[in-house]
T-cell receptor, first 114, second 110 residues
């Protein structure tokens, strides 16, 4: 089974802190994704990566950056956390196949910025 | 940008009944997928239907796709309390990304 592991289930940070959310997948998937999920807004794509060191902005990249130095690891960075970044963050991975681009999700990190 | 839109937003049924959720989308797709999310957890893939397919089954799940109407439906037969979750449709296009709808919250009462 594919396993996508997010480093923390719950995280509490203060405004202005630099926050790192880590995601690791064990299925040698080419693609990795970061979403945030808010009530009434569904899942919104922040960034995705289709290869090591490659990244592409999603729908809401402002205030975030990402890093993918190794194929299995995709990090989301909040440069200076703000209260409006309080949310559930979901990481996902998928194969590099357009025909079968099923995404496998981690359990999520619920981030609170105080 | 959100493409898939599920309908209804919430659905409450009794155990043993069937549950039907609908999804509409706006642009051409390569495939359409349905995912399930238990409260506070990540999403789990349920089923994928390609744009050239009209119907697909998996256990108690039946998915239909009408590309002329840009719509899909997910039917869960003989529902169980354990089916209580949010269900999302997601459309895949010409790249590796998926665009998710806002979901239908299904409650199955014992």
């Amino acid at each position: 089974d594919v396993k996508v592991t997010q480093s923390s289930r719950y995280l509490v940070k203060r405004t202005g802190e630099k926050v790192f959310l880590e995601c690791v997948q064990d299925m040698d998937h080419e693609n990795m994704f970061w979403y945030r999920q808010d009530p009434g807004l569904g899942l919104r794509l922040i960034y995705f990566s289709y290869d090591v060191k490659m990244k592409e902005k999603g729908d809401i990249p402002e205030g975030y950056s990402v890093s993918r130095e190794k194929k299995e690891r995709f990090s989301l960075i909040l440069e200076s956390a703000s209260t409006n970044q309080t949310s559930m963050y979901l990481c996902a991975s998928s194969r590099g196949s357009l025909a079968k681009n099923i995404q496998y999700f981690g359990a999520g990190t619920r981030l609170s910025v105080l | 940008s959100q493409q898939g839109e599920e309908d209804p937003q919430a659905l409450s049924i009794q155990e043993g009944e069937n549950a039907t959720m609908n999804c509409s989308y706006k642009t051409s797709i390569n495939n359409l997928q349905w995912y399930r999310q238990n409260s506070g957890r990540g999403l789990v893939h349920l089923i994928l239907i390609r744009s050239n397919e009209r119907e697909k089954h998996s256990g108690r799940l039946r998915v239909t796709l009408d590309t002329s109407k840009k719509s899909s439906s997910l039917l869960i037969t003989a529902s169980r309390a354990a089916d209580t979750a949010s269900y999302f449709c997601a459309t895949g296009g010409s790249n590796y990304k998926l665009t998710f709808g806002k979901g239908t919250l299904l409650t199955v009462n014992p």
